[in-house]
């Protein structure tokens, strides 16, 4: 009886050390009795049933990091890009993200890659590529009912990068080149041909004012023959002098030029003014 009794002790002390659960701060942990939900432990000192009761579930309630890996998505006009993103989610309610779902993380990963092509998948390259706020904001309503379901919160959903694939960029590279070629040979016609508009202006205007210049020029002239033809009528002595004046101004031209080697001068240069006007 004795020895008996001393080995009930020993099982009890054991069973009782083995149904002492201390459940750290920042985690939750699942009970089952006879292979059912008994419960969930809160973090503390806890003592349960040894033989019926066990842990079966250790979730943490602290906010779980998501890392959704790179995929190729393909944009509405058949573009390849690449994505990947990161989302924040919370265990709200520990039986149903235990019993709910095999897996919650990964059902959550791939639940995100999933509704990340979609969206993309109804967008442009260019809407793609710069529509960050709107995929993220489309993204978290698109998996938070689900992740509620499973007893899940969606705190946040960020986009860590959206790129063109490697054969996509070089495509827009040289698109882009192309694009800037174009531009420098439509700036360059466009100012060869402003350079000829205004060359063109310059060459109007010049003839303009020669033409303004030569009319002047012309009326002055009419007024002079004018004046002279009135100051002769009587007298042709400022006739004689004004061409005898010209007479020798052109010999003396002649006789500077380098061509002139012999200048013939009239001998009666009275006489040959006079023939000129017609005069006694």
Do not use: C
């Not at 149904?19 to 349960?48: C, D, M, N, T």
């Not at 059902?107 to 509704?115: K, L």
């Not at 309503?141 to 379901?149: G, K, M, R, V």
């Not at 705190?155 to 882009?176: F, G, T």
Request: overall charge neutral; proline content about 2%; glycine content about 6%.
């Amino acid at each position: 009886m004795f020895e008996l009794s001393g080995i009930l002790v020993i099982v009890a002390v054991i069973l009782a050390f083995k149904g002492i659960r201390i459940v750290p701060q920042g985690e939750e942990w699942v009970v089952e009795r006879l292979g059912k939900f008994a419960g969930v432990l809160s973090p503390g000192l806890h003592v349960i049933n040894p033989l019926f009761t066990k842990v079966t579930y250790k979730v943490t309630t602290k906010d779980i990091i998501l890392d959704v890996p790179e995929q190729e998505v393909i944009t509405r006009d058949n573009a390849v890009i690449l994505a990947n993103a990161i989302a924040f989610i919370k265990v709200s309610n520990i039986e149903r993200a235990v019993y709910g779902i095999e897996n919650f993380r990964e059902a959550m990963r791939n639940m995100v890659q999933t509704s990340l092509r979609s969206i993309i998948g109804g967008m442009d390259l260019n809407q793609a590529l710069t529509s960050r706020d709107r995929i993220k904001a489309e993204l978290k309503i698109a998996i938070a009912d689900e992740a509620l379901d499973w007893g899940l919160t969606v705190k946040s959903v960020e986009i860590q990068d959206i790129k063109p694939s490697h054969n996509m960029q070089e495509a827009m590279e040289r698109q882009a080149a192309a694009e800037r070629e174009r531009v420098a040979v439509v700036t360059e016609a466009e100012g060869a041909k402003q350079s000829l508009i205004l060359n063109a202006e310059a060459r109007l205007e010049a003839a303009r004012k020669d033409a303004e210049a030569q009319m002047v020029a012309a009326k002055a002239s009419a007024e002079s023959i004018k004046f002279i033809t009135e100051a002769v009528k009587e007298n042709n002595a400022s006739a004689m002098f004004l061409l005898g004046d010209r007479y020798i101004t052109a010999l003396q031209k002649i006789s500077v030029s380098e061509n002139s080697k012999i200048v013939m001068m009239p001998g009666d240069l009275v006489g040959a003014v006079k023939s000129l006007v017609g005069g006694k």
